[in-house]
């Protein structure tokens, strides 16, 4: 292979990787903006179950904090900008206020010293499938 091949071949090899980088950046940016845009808090409830029971449902739009309470403890939950977390809690490691916020279908919140979920239920828009979600 002469000079002139080695540095031609070079070339595409770098303009290659200039398309490959550029692809992979406009895929993560329209991923985070499908993340960012696609989940409607109105179209989103906050279920809290104790012991596996259905206590108390709440929208993700209505801003509102909460006291729940139990016979093994108490947790603070607070709703708000479509965002829903434990603000604090009494149980020993804390771990549910350690998880933070919440924003879409299926993500969850759990406190097992308590017995307590904090689920995200209804439609986010991403419209994801089993596998993918």
């Known amino acids: 292979m002469g000079e002139g091949q080695g540095t031609r071949r070079r070339k595409y090899d770098l303009i290659l990787l200039a398309i490959v980088v550029?692809?992979?950046?406009?895929?993560?940016?329209?991923?985070?903006?499908?993340?960012?845009?696609?989940?409607?808090?109105?179209?989103?409830?906050?279920?809290?179950?104790?012991?596996?029971?259905v206590t108390a449902t709440y929208s993700l739009a209505q801003d509102g904090s909460y006291t729940i309470t139990s016979e093994d403890g108490v947790n603070y939950l607070v709703i708000e900008d479509g965002a829903a977390w434990m603000e604090d809690a009494d149980c020993p490691d804390r771990l549910c206020v350690?998880?933070?916020?919440?924003?879409?279908?299926?993500?969850?919140l759990i406190c097992l010293p308590h017995s307590l979920v904090v689920e995200l239920t209804g439609s986010d828009?991403?419209?994801?499938?089993?596998?993918?979600k």
């Not at 350690?98 to 969850?108: F, L, N």
């Not at 419209?127 to 993918?132: I, K, P, R």
């Open 22 to 53: 550029l692809a992979g950046l406009a895929l993560t940016a329209a991923y985070g903006l499908s993340r960012m845009g696609g989940a409607d808090a109105a179209e989103l409830t906050v279920v809290v179950r104790q012991d596996g029971e």
């Open 98 to 108: 350690k998880q933070g916020k919440i924003r879409y279908a299926g993500d969850s």
């Open 125 to 132: 828009g991403l419209n994801l499938d089993g596998v993918t």
